[in-house]
């Protein structure tokens, strides 16, 4: 596989700037900015903290972004004359600082159009930053979004969801791009188009979160980190009905188990799977998916789940440009991401009868786990 080290590299240097924020005081120097010099590290990273605990975030208040290019208040049918327009948040003097630095966070995706992200115009490396900030809202509770989620209007979840879509078919019809799999599946897994794929690294980020305001959660963060499987709902249940728990968390200790129990469904893999059959044009793959479905619903062990998870996994990796048109491969790559979750959850139940594995077992399944 080949590594695309300088996306990689703006990765990288995205995330230690976007996580710094989280442990800096939330005070914001503006001593170099008000002089017209570029903001130092330092200031940056005060102002994305700022935005974490700000009511409306990155914004400073809620207009219609109007097609012809006018920005009007937030009234019923304000574009109408326009050309038509979305509603969200307006950036505020902060976020535009921080994005003129050349970190561009705060993203709207209902203002994003496909060549932005991908081609000969994109913008050089908006794709990385995009998907990083995708996954810091979802690790990190909303991330510089964490209070805005409840600011009517700064984001329409339709929109979103729309331009999310579009965004990935013109990746998956774009020759170069569709070669890289593992970027298109992050992209099918961060970027909105109607189908959550986020739990488990929703999991994670809560219990992070708690931790970090309730010291005592520190050992049952670090086992959900470590070693997760479907009883640390109740574990999170238990601890936050005893003495330990903290009344003005209760919400969250609930959120994060209900996270849990969502993560170890069932999930309807082989519904899944039947649907992706019925829009492959391509026969003998349709075939093959189908057969994936039935052995699934009849083999109900964790080591057959685990097997056969991970082969859906490798299948969809292989085929996934004969699957069809783009819309077909982006549901390829949902089924993919469900199949996912299923491989991960069985391999947990897997691991509690480890000491009783033989040898071989044990390889086969670390096999499978390299090829998934």
């Known amino acids: 596989m080949k590594i695309n080290h300088s996306l990689l590299r ?9 996580c710094a924020g989280s442990v800096l005081a939330a005070s914001v120097p503006t001593s170099n900015a008000a002089a017209g010099n570029p903001p130092d590290l330092a200031t940056l990273r005060a102002w994305v903290a700022e935005m974490k605990v700000r009511e409306r975030g990155p914004f400073k208040h809620i207009r219609w972004f109007c097609k012809d290019g006018a920005i009007l208040e937030p009234v019923p049918y304000a574009c109408e004359t326009r050309g038509g327009g979305v509603q969200h948040g307006e950036w505020s003097e902060i976020t535009r600082k921080v994005r003129g630095a050349g970190y561009p966070i705060a993203n709207v995706l209902a203002d994003i159009t496909p060549e932005q992200v991908i081609g ?5 490396d908006f794709l990385s930053f995009l998907l990083m900030e995708k996954f810091l809202i979802a690790f990190d509770d909303g991330w510089i979004f964490r209070r805005a989620r409840t600011y009517r209007g700064s ?7 729309a331009s999310g879509t579009n965004i990935l ?8 791009m569709r070669q890289r799999f593992t970027l298109l599946r992050e992209a099918a897994r961060l970027l909105p188009h109607g189908v959550s794929a986020n739990v488990l690294t929703q ?3 809560l219990a992070t979160n708690l931790a970090e305001r309730d010291a005592g959660f520190v050992k049952i963060r670090d086992k959900i980190h470590v070693a997760p499987d479907a009883s640390d709902a109740q574990l999170v249940r238990d601890y936050a009905a005893s003495p330990k728990g903290q009344i003005n968390l209760q919400e969250d200790y609930e959120l994060l188990a209900a996270r849990i129990d969502q993560a170890y469904l069932n999930k309807p893999l082989p519904a899944a799977l039947d649907g992706l059959a019925k829009r492959v044009s391509n026969q003998q793959l349709a075939g ?3 057969e994936f479905s039935t052995r699934l619903q009849s083999e109900s062990s964790p080591q057959e789940q685990f ?7 490798i299948f969809i990796r292989e085929n996934l440009i004969d699957f069809g048109k783009p819309s077909v491969r982006l549901q390829a790559l949902d089924v993919s991401l469900i199949a996912g979750v299923i491989s991960f959850t069985a391999s947990r139940a897997l691991q509690e009868g480890l000491p009783e594995a033989s040898r071989a077992e044990r390889l ?9």
Do not use: T, Y
């Not at 984001?155 to 969801?161: A, G, T």
């Not at 078919?169 to 170069?176: E, F, I, R, S, Y």
């Not at 097997?307 to 996994?313: A, E, F, I, N, Q």
């Not at 086969?364 to 998934?372: E, H, I, N, T």
């Open 203 to 205: 999991i994670r980020g």
């Open 120 to 124: 000969a115009k994109a913008i050089p």
């Open 364 to 372: 086969a399944w670390v096999r499978g786990s390299a090829r998934a």
């Open 155 to 161: 984001l329409q979840d339709f929109n979103e969801q």
């Open 307 to 313: 097997r056969l998870s991970g082969d859906v996994l």
């Open 288 to 290: 093959q998916i189908g």
């Open 169 to 176: 078919l013109a990746m998956l019809g774009d020759p170069v």
């Open 10 to 18: 703006s990765c990288l240097a995205c995330l230690v700037f976007f």
